[in-house]
């Protein structure tokens, strides 16, 4: 209830300072979620959780309790396809800095024929989950036109359309975030492409670019790295596929050709390989490694609720001089 008012407040202001259109009521099916903001005590308590005006309500915890040292902000339900999340916010007064330059660097090349290529010559290919479940989910879609909106038979037939594109949708993110911590076991430093994807979105591939979510996969990478104590960043776009990793020579091609090979120091290797080289190499030229001498990365390892988790990444003790790369 506190958060339909804070809603319908933030809606008025935005009508009369931001410029939005008038509030309007929530039409059928349109509120999927609602928030409750604040907590006395813990509201998980073993497999049920307390919520206010509810009661406790049964839940699928996944053996993940609440660590030690952390406080219960707020919990949002989401209803997804007709199947209820909780989506526990948890908070501890730290600081984690951010990841410094240091180690080994990659480029990451995504596309729609290979989904990513590395610099160190990794291809991926893209598991197409929405292409893989395009034809049953044409059948539904047929189906859900030719009933009766709002009847039971609609509802029902909705739901079944929207547990496809769930599936889809959580497939897809686990793929992700798969590739977001093979990126993060081969090196140090992650170097993608700074796009917008949603431009990229509304061209000839759009259908292909939005069943791919380069922008989540991006987003992901992001968090995982600095999760794990690596170092991301982002590099201008412009001409990568267009430029020779080992001299910088202009190498025009179109997408048709696959192979890139320069003219001026003969270079050979693969078009998306080769793009990846080049990001890889504007990272670098983007950031200051000279004068870190040694490693300092920040872990879990010490910080409050940690005795009960498994990290995939340990803190390890690094002696010797950051990598210094030359042009």
């Known amino acids: 209830m506190q958060q339909a008012i804070k809603q319908l407040h933030r809606a008025w202001d935005g009508f009369q300072k931001v410029g939005h259109g008038f509030p309007r009521?929530?039409?059928?099916?349109?509120?999927?979620?609602?928030?409750f903001p604040q907590f006395k005590q813990n509201p998980v308590q073993g497999v049920h959780i307390a919520l206010p005006k509810?009661?406790?309500?049964?839940?699928?915890?996944?053996?993940?309790?609440?660590?030690?040292?952390?406080?219960?902000?707020q919990v949002r339900i989401i209803n997804k396809a007709d199947i209820w999340y909780a989506n526990v916010n948890i908070q501890c007064d730290v600081s984690v800095p951010n990841p410094m330059p240091h180690g080994h660097p990659i480029g990451v090349d995504v596309g729609l024929s290979k989904f990513l290529a590395t610099s160190d010559g990794v291809l991926v290919k893209s598991p197409k989950f929405f292409k893989v479940m395009q034809s049953k989910l044409k059948l539904l879609q047929r189906r859900l036109s030719r009933k009766k909106k709002r009847s039971k038979n609609y509802e029902k037939q909705r739901i079944k359309v929207a547990r496809i594109h769930h599936t889809i949708d959580n497939a897809r993110k686990d793929f992700h975030f798969k590739q977001s911590h093979a990126l993060c076991d081969a090196g140090d430093m992650v170097f993608m492409e700074d796009?917008?994807?949603?431009?990229?979105?509304?061209?000839?591939?759009?259908?292909?670019?939005?069943?791919?979510?380069?922008?989540?996969?991006?987003?992901?990478?992001?968090?995982v790295c600095w999760k794990r104590g690596k170092f991301f960043g982002k590099v201008n776009a412009r001409g990568t596929s267009q430029e020779c990793p080992e001299c910088g020579a202009t190498v025009k091609k179109d997408l048709s050709v696959r192979v890139h090979h320069c003219q001026e120091?003969?270079?050979?290797?693969?078009?998306?390989?080769?793009?990846?080289?080049?990001?890889?190499?504007?990272?670098?030229?983007?950031?200051?490694?000279?004068?870190?001498?040694?490693?300092?990365?920040?872990?879990?390892?010490?910080?409050?609720?940690?005795?009960?988790?498994?990290?995939?990444?340990?803190?390890?003790?690094?002696k010797g001089a950051t990598r210094k790369f030359l042009k």
Do not use: W
Request: hydrophobic letters at 35%; charged letters at 20%; a positive charge.
């Open 25 to 35: 009521f929530k039409k059928f099916g349109q509120f999927k979620s609602l928030l």
């Open 54 to 73: 509810l009661g406790p309500i049964p839940i699928n915890t996944g053996n993940r309790p609440i660590p030690s040292g952390f406080v219960v902000k």
């Open 195 to 223: 796009l917008d994807y949603r431009i990229l979105a509304k061209g000839m591939l759009g259908k292909q670019m939005l069943a791919e979510g380069f922008g989540q996969f991006r987003a992901i990478t992001k968090y």
């Open 265 to 318: 120091c003969g270079f050979l290797a693969d078009r998306d390989v080769a793009s990846g080289q080049v990001i890889r190499n504007r990272g670098i030229e983007s950031i200051n490694t000279a004068g870190h001498v040694g490693i300092q990365n920040a872990y879990a390892d010490g910080l409050p609720g940690t005795e009960i988790s498994q990290s995939r990444s340990k803190s390890k003790n690094r």
